[in-house]
């Protein structure tokens, strides 16, 4: 049993060694150019302070289908790493309700109006990531990635108090996939990651409301977080 537990463990050693020896990264490296699709999940949680101090928590989400658009240039760091630096745009327009006051009078999430200044809803609009992609190869056709990336996106915090809001939002991302050479120069890769986003902060003007109580003159905060699953078919020149 032990003889064959050592030809066994030999056997699989020398197949690794041979996939091994087989994986290329410059079948990874140069331009690629590649259209994504996939799954893009969105979700807020934050908090206002209305003109009477009090803290109002909410949350919001939205999961909608995406594509966009994938470019880079892989370059090899030896037999079996190639990194890549590249660019991702996902034209997103998605709005993630926010905060909404819960104290129902005038005000309350059931009845906000253009007039009540304690509701507020944030929208993410056209999503960028600047990324390095380090590449393993595991064979002459397939190999595995992790990346890393700063990502921007269009902001648009709508409150009718709001004096101050931000117009972008920033964060960092991470991912890690899978990705198949094809014929005719062409590739198939699948991912999944997230990207957090730094915490939006925005500032109320400190208005009366029509029922005559404050309004928002605090502020709001909120920490977006998105999470993705994409396919990206390309062509690596």
Known sequence: MNKLKTLAIG????????TVSIADSSDFAGPYVGVQVGAVGMELDGKNTDGN??????SGGVVEMMAGLDLGYAIPVSDTIAIA????????EADIIGTSDSSGGEGSASGDTATDPTKVTVALG????????????????AAVFVKFG?????????????????????????????????????????????????????????VTTAAGGAGLNGSVTADPTVAFGMVTIGVQF
């Open 11 to 18: 056997a699989f050693a020398l197949c690794a060694m041979s």
């Open 126 to 141: 056209d999503h960028y990531t600047f990324y390095l992609q380090p590449t393993f190869a595991i064979s002459d056709t």
């Open 85 to 92: 630096v590249g660019v991702s745009y996902i034209p997103l």
């Open 150 to 206: 700063y990502s921007e996106a269009e902001l648009d915090v709508t409150g009718q108090t709001l004096a101050s809001k931000p117009s972008e939002i920033k964060g960092t991302t991470f991912s890690a996939g899978t990705k198949v050479n094809l014929a005719n120069g062409m590739y198939i890769q699948s991912e999944a990651g997230m990207t957090e986003y730094d915490t939006i902060t925005a500032t109320g003007e400190g």
């Open 53 to 58: 101090g009090s803290i109002t928590k909410g």
